[in-house]
């Protein structure tokens, strides 16, 4: 399974960004989607979850209220809408595939290669 996260750059305190994973509509049947995040010099970070089917998500507890993992109309593509961005969500953002929801990134099987979330005060 291969991941592509895409969607990241710089944006200012109390702006927007929407990440985005793409994969074949396969895997996206078959595993849940997590978004991770890991900053310089700090763990890894989960940040929200969405089973294959869509019904169901889970979110961090820095995140919760801000960010929003959704499905999109590509079968192939699934989102994550981060509002009211703060300087400490700068961080390398990660797609990741799993059996199931799981907040360890131990669970998560597949990766793609990160895309930088940049958040200036």
């Known amino acids: 399974v291969q991941l592509q996260a895409s969607g990241g750059g710089l944006v200012q305190a109390g702006g927007s960004l929407r990440l985005s994973c793409t994969a074949s509509?396969?895997?996206?049947?078959?595993?849940?989607l997590g978004w991770f995040r890991q900053a310089p010099g700090k763990e890894r970070e989960f940040v929200a979850a969405?089973?294959?089917?869509?019904?169901?998500?889970i979110y961090g507890d820095s995140v919760k209220g801000r960010f929003t993992i959704s499905r999109g109309n590509a079968k192939n593509t699934k989102y994550l809408q981060m509002n009211s961005l703060k300087p400490e969500d700068t961080a390398v953002y990660y797609c990741?595939?799993?059996?199931?929801?799981?907040?360890?990134?131990?669970?998560?099987?597949?990766w793609g290669q990160g895309t930088q979330v940049t958040v200036s005060s």
């Open positions: 990741a595939a799993a059996w199931a929801s799981d907040r360890d990134p131990r669970s998560y099987k597949y």
């Open positions: 509509a396969r895997a996206f049947t078959t595993y849940t």
């Open positions: 969405i089973s294959s089917s869509g019904g169901s998500t």
